[in-house]
């Protein structure tokens, strides 16, 4: 299994970004995939989540602002960012492998697959 980051960048804050996500070798389609961060100093944190079903789950700090969608014929994962603030600064990671419930998917322990991360920094 692949799970592959791009899009990361560097923006003034309000600004916006997309960040896509390519998984392979996965079933892709019916999976539980998501979106973590993690700062420098800080743990790492779940920011957004969706299912097979297209049902999604975002952290509060980021309601509003944060979309996360997923093309299936495409095994591709996204996040569209907008209205970008500087605590938004971060290490995004694209996560699958889930395990668990819905309850649980913002928990790090219940992927199995991350990416290697890609960085988002957002200027005052």
């Known amino acids: 299994v692949q799970v592959v980051e791009s899009g990361g960048d560097s923006v003034q804050a309000g600004g916006s970004l997309r960040l896509s996500c390519a998984a392979s070798?996965?079933?892709?389609?019916?999976?539980?995939m998501g979106w973590f961060r993690q700062a420098p100093g800080k743990e790492r944190e779940g920011v957004a989540t969706?299912?097979?079903?297209?049902?999604?789950r975002y952290v509060d700090l980021v309601k509003g602002r944060f979309t996360i969608s997923r093309d299936n014929a495409k095994n591709t994962l996204y996040l569209q960012m907008s209205s970008l603030k500087p605590e938004d600064t971060a290490l995004y990671y694209c996560?699958?492998?889930?395990?668990?419930?819905?309850?649980?998917?913002?928990?790090?322990?219940?992927?199995?697959?991350w990416g290697q991360g890609t960085q988002i920094t957002v200027s005052s």
């Open positions: 996560v699958a492998g889930f395990k668990g419930s819905w309850l649980d998917s913002f928990s790090p322990r219940n992927y199995a697959y």
């Open positions: 070798g996965y079933t892709y389609s019916t999976s539980y």
């Open positions: 969706i299912r097979g079903d297209g049902s999604t």
